[in-house]
């Protein structure tokens, strides 16, 4: 005679298989901070000065005025030139697509 089971029916704890199939995630969004030395002055930061995204976006954002104003004295090396083109073309890639969301975006 043939056994017939339901989805999820069978010797299993329904919490240890459900959760572990996620990687013990409940919620939809879980930001796993890492191993910060001090999570609770990054869960600070993250509610009051604002998220990494916020953060990034204003790191970025003076990068480019700085970049506008940088005129060294002396000939950057080849490796110095392509790390700046390089940051020059993540910042602009960042300034299309604010753009397209209607977002204020400065350009490099």
């Known amino acids: ?52 995204g916020r953060q990034l976006g204003r790191i970025g954002d003076a ?6 104003h940088f ?4 000939p950057l090396d080849e490796s110095e030139e392509k790390s700046v083109r390089a940051l020059r073309a993540m910042l602009d890639d960042i300034a299309e697509i604010k753009a397209r969301h209607d977002r204020a975006a400065v350009r490099p």
């Not at 989805?7 to 919620?27: N, R």
């Open 1 to 52: 005679m043939s056994v017939f089971k339901l989805p999820l029916s069978g010797d299993v704890s329904p919490w240890t298989s459900w959760f572990s199939a996620f990687g013990s995630q409940v919620g939809l969004i879980n930001i796993n901070l890492g191993q910060s030395g001090a999570p609770e002055v990054e869960r600070e930061i993250l509610d009051e000065v604002g998220s990494y």
């Open 63 to 68: 990068l480019t005025v700085l970049l506008r």
């Open 71 to 74: 005129h060294p004295e002396e």
